[in-house]
């Protein structure tokens, strides 16, 4: 329906198709998911060394330091490094989740549930975006991403946690 309506510009409609077929355009719009499968793939079990990844150092992948950072760390600290990284990301949220279930405070619940939705949904998008699991998007990597709007609202999302947690003692 929005194809046919012609709600979707002509570049999110090559993203969609690059999404659905990568291997249907791979000098172009598939460019840069086959690009992270195989950067990410390449890292193996151990990785190869931090600053030593030979797709990440030709710069194969483009926008590696904003939206394809887990392809650097796929790539440089290997299955390993991304899951300590994933394990990071889930003892956040499940410390979240504790302050969540501590507070008595309605609102201060409804507030750290926000900022669980918030940062599950921008780990889920970016690394399943890396992966080719999900549509390619602008969604930043909390914490690893470059940028300063993101980490400034990221930090603001930690504050916030920390005021319900404060709040409720």
């Known amino acids: 329906l929005a194809i046919s309506s012609g709600a979707l510009s002509e570049y999110q ?41 030979p797709q990440t150092n030709g710069r194969f992948v483009p926008e590696q330091h904003t939206d394809f950072i887990f392809t650097v760390s796929g790539e440089e600290l290997g299955f390993l490094g991304s899951a300590l990284i994933l394990i990071l990301f889930f003892i956040l949220l499940m410390r979240a989740f504790a302050i969540a279930r501590r507070t008595n405070d309605i609102f201060g619940r409804m507030v750290c549930v926000g900022v669980i939705a918030w940062f599950s949904f921008q780990i889920f998008e970016n690394i399943g975006m890396t992966m080719g699991l ?4 602008g969604v930043p990597l909390p914490f690893l991403s470059y940028g300063g709007s993101s980490m400034f609202a990221n930090l603001i999302g930690i504050g916030l946690l920390q005021n319900v947690f404060e709040r409720s003692r």
Not at 40 to 48: L, R, V
């Open 13 to 53: 409609l090559k993203r969609l198709r690059s999404f659905v077929d990568p291997t249907a355009d791979p000098q172009a719009s598939g460019y840069q998911l086959r690009q992270a499968r195989i950067t990410i793939g390449s890292g193996g079990f151990f990785g190869k060394g931090l600053f030593n990844g």
């Open 134 to 137: 999900m549509p390619m998007t």
